[in-house]
Nanobody, 127 residues
Framework: QVQLVESGGGSVQAGGSLRLSCAASRYSFTISGYCMGWFRQAPGKEREEVASIYSDGSTRYADSVKGRFTISKDNAATKLYLEMSSVRPEDAAMYYC???????????????????WGQGTQVTVSS
């Protein structure tokens, strides 16, 4: 069964940087037709897509993080990353790693298209 495990969360100073990692098990990064993504959810808010990356390397970002966050993956290591820079207080949330199942032609829009999810890693922002 597919397993996704996030790490790298913690406290970061406003304006600082942080890198989140997602280790995938029993999930192939060599077969085409999959999408991996990062989502976040803060108390009192809906879960929102932060960024996604298709198997061919194509990326998509939420407007709120564009230019500040970078999503990437290491196919050989089956790991997904989210580099966060110029962090803002509103970036504080639980961050989740997610992946699609089967073969798809493009990254889904929203969380509904992702079948596999990690348990999340907490990001807090201090001043």
């Amino acid at each position: 069964q597919v397993q996704l495990v996030e790490s790298g969360g913690g406290s970061v100073q406003a304006g600082g940087s942080l890198r989140l990692s997602c280790a995938a098990s029993r999930y192939s990064f060599t077969i085409s037709g999959y999408c991996m993504g990062w989502f976040r959810q803060a108390p009192g808010k809906e879960r929102e897509e932060v960024a996604s990356i298709y198997s061919d390397g194509s990326t998509r970002y939420a407007d709120s993080v564009k230019g500040r966050f970078t999503i990437s993956k290491d196919n050989a290591a089956t790991k997904l990353y989210l580099e966060m820079s110029s962090v803002r207080p509103e970036d504080a949330a639980m961050y989740y790693c997610a992946g699609t199942s089967g073969i798809i032609g493009v990254c889904p829009v929203g969380s509904g298209g992702f079948a596999y999810w990690g348990q999340g890693t907490q990001v807090t922002v201090s001043s």
